[in-house]
């Protein structure tokens, strides 16, 4: 898969020099049994939970039950609301994750940039995944804190140069 660097232009250091608001991006953890579903979107190359924006005309979970079918296939219905993480720096976002479990459907990508989906077990995830999700799927799931949670994490040269070094393994073959 070719790398687009004028996706990573748009995407990542054209929203900070602007000073662009974080938009809102719903997303899910869809868990079946003791597996996590996760989309790898084209660019960067990495594994990350389904999700999207949310259009004026749609609420917040209309809008994540339909990015989930757009993306993966599978229809799902939202038990509740995990937490609320704000990323901030680099691709900064706001993001209410919630807990769905999946009702049906067949497991495809469906939308252009997601280039693969699979559900992956808990205790495998893939290594070339975003490094922020990792919390998420390791303690927070399981967390017995009052829910919704709060976090917030900076996505810092640090975190984007992993980021970039995950995504060009991934390209390379060296890592799922």
Not at 69 to 79: A, L, N
Not at 109 to 126: D, I, K
Request: hydrophobic content about 40%; proline content about 10%.
């Amino acid at each position: 898969m070719p790398l687009n660097l004028k996706k990573y232009w748009n995407d990542i250091a054209l929203p900070i020099l602007r000073r662009d608001h974080p938009p809102l991006v719903p997303q899910g953890v869809v868990l079946r049994d003791n597996q996590v579903l996760l989309v790898k979107r084209d660019n960067p190359l990495l594994w990350e939970l389904p999700g999207g924006g949310v259009p004026p005309d749609e609420s917040t979970e209309d809008a994540l039950i339909r990015e989930i079918k757009e993306e993966t296939g599978i229809s799902v219905v939202i038990i509740e609301l995990l937490g609320w993480y704000e990323r901030t720096g680099f691709r900064a976002h706001h993001s209410p994750v919630y807990l769905c479990r999946p009702t049906g459907g067949s497991l495809r990508p469906q939308y252009g940039e997601t280039v693969a989906v699979r559900y992956f077990f808990l205790q495998a995830l893939p290594r070339g995944m975003f490094p922020w999700y990792r919390p998420i799927l390791e303690q927070d799931i399981l967390s017995t804190a009052p829910r919704p949670l709060q976090r917030t994490r900076q996505i810092g040269v640090w975190t984007v140069l992993h980021c970039l070094a995950l995504d060009l393994s991934c390209r390379l073959g060296l890592l799922e």
